[in-house]
C-alpha cells in the first residue's frame, strides 16, 4: 500500500482552496482565518517535514489565534465605517438628494434628474403643491413614494 502522507501537501492546498471559495459565499471573515491558519500551520509545517498529527494541530492553533484575535479587528474596521456615517443605501440615499427640472410640471406632477443622473418621476410635497417649477429648476427629494419622487424646490441660501 502506498504511503498516502507524501500527498497531504496536496490536501492541505485544496482545504485552503475550499475555505477561500465558502468565505467569497460567506464574507465573515471565519472561513478566510480557517483557510489562512491551514496554509500556515498544516502546509508550513508539512512543507519542513513535520507529522501529520503535528500538521493538524499546528493548523488549528493557527486558525484558532486568527479567528479569535485577527477576525474581529477586520469586523470592527469593516463595519465602523457604516456605523459612524450612517450609510443611506437604495431609496433611502435618494432622501435629500438635489435635482433639477427636465420638464415643466403639470399641476404637481413632471420629471426630475436627480444628482446620480437618474430620471424620476416626481410630485411636488404637499407643502408646495401652489409652487410652479419650470424646466432647470432646482430641486430638492423629500421622499420617494413607490417609483414617484416627491420633491420641493431647493431653498438658495442668502449668505453670501
Known amino acids: 500500500m502506498p504511503d ?4 497531504l501537501w496536496i490536501i492541505w492546498l485544496v482545504f485552503v482552496l475550499v475555505c477561500v471559495i465558502i468565505e467569497l459565499l460567506t464574507l465573515e471573515f471565519t472561513f478566510l482565518m480557517i483557510g ?7 502546509l508550513g509545517v508539512n512543507l519542513a517535514g513535520g507529522p501529520w498529527w ?9 486558525s484558532a489565534l486568527l479567528l479569535f484575535t485577527i477576525r474581529p479587528l477586520l469586523l470592527k474596521t469593516l463595519r465602523r465605517g457604516a456605523d459612524e456615517r450612517g ?9 435629500g438628494m438635489q ?5 415643466d410640471f403639470s399641476g404637481d406632477t413632471g420629471y426630475v434628474r436627480l444628482a446620480n443622473g437618474e430620471t424620476w418621476t416626481a410630485r411636488l ?3 408646495h403643491e ?4 419650470r424646466e432647470g429648476d432646482r430641486v430638492v427629494v423629500t421622499r ?7 420633491v420641493a424646490p431647493h431653498e438658495r441660501s442668502t449668505t453670501s
Request: glycine share 12%.
Open 125 to 127: 410635497a404637499p407643502e
Open 144 to 150: 420617494i413614494d413607490g417609483a414617484t419622487a416627491e
Open 36 to 42: 489562512a491558519g491551514s496554509l500556515i500551520g498544516g
Open 130 to 133: 401652489t409652487t410652479t417649477l
Open 54 to 62: 503535528l500538521q493538524i494541530g499546528a493548523a488549528a492553533i493557527v
Open 87 to 95: 450609510a443611506r443605501t437604495n431609496v433611502d440615499a435618494l432622501q
Open 4 to 7: 498516502l502522507t507524501q500527498y
Open 99 to 103: 435635482g433639477r427640472v427636465t420638464a
